[in-house]
């Protein structure tokens, strides 16, 4: 199963590569350490002069480059490849310098509007969406008055009762966001 990052903040305050790099690194060891092992040795020259070392025959302008495209290109691919559903890895869009993982709402309408998946406002709604739809998505997504929201993954199940087959739903929490 894979492991995903923790909703919310990741570095804020910031927009320095040199700030960014090792808040995005520790945050992926907790996740992929062997993708985080592959990114340091990849960049272990960039790496080691954001430590203080003095690296022989390695220019500021190249180091600049590398922590440039390690931040925007591999740490933010990686990171992204352990949000949840409808989560993205990146800036808040209320603060550019807060970076983490954040819900996107965007891509949950257009889900919805696309029929990929469907919203409720009560978990009694389960039943009837069985019986009423003609296709049945593999998450719902709970929006209570409030704008509290939870995704739930849908898993059907066919049960042999000896004499007859019953159908079986079965509904699990993914995530919730309060």
């Given at each position: ?25 520790d ?63 990146g ?24 029929g ?6 009560d978990?009694s ?20 008055d ?11 199940k ?21």
């Open positions: 199963m894979d492991k995903f990052l923790p909703i919310g903040s990741i570095s804020h305050g910031t927009m320095r590569n040199e700030d960014l790099v090792p808040a995005f690194l945050t992926l060891e907790t996740v992929d350490k062997k993708h985080a092992r592959s990114i340091k040795r990849e960049y272990s020259k960039a790496l080691r002069k954001l430590a203080g070392v003095n690296v022989r025959d390695y220019s500021e302008e190249q180091y600049s480059e590398d922590l440039t495209y390690l931040v925007n290109e591999d740490l933010f691919n990686a990171l992204s490849n352990h949000t949840p559903d409808y989560f993205y890895f800036s808040h869009e209320g603060d550019g310098s807060d970076y983490g993982v954040w819900i996107s709402q965007e891509s949950i309408r257009d889900d919805i509007h696309d990929i998946l469907f919203e409720i406002s978990l709604q389960l039943d009837s969406l069985l019986h009423e739809s003609s296709i049945l998505p593999k998450n719902v997504i709970l929006t209570n409030h704008g509290n929201m939870s995704l739930y993954s849908i898993l059907l066919v049960e042999d009762t000896g004499n007859d087959w019953k159908l079986i739903m079965e509904c699990n929490e993914v995530w919730s966001v309060v």
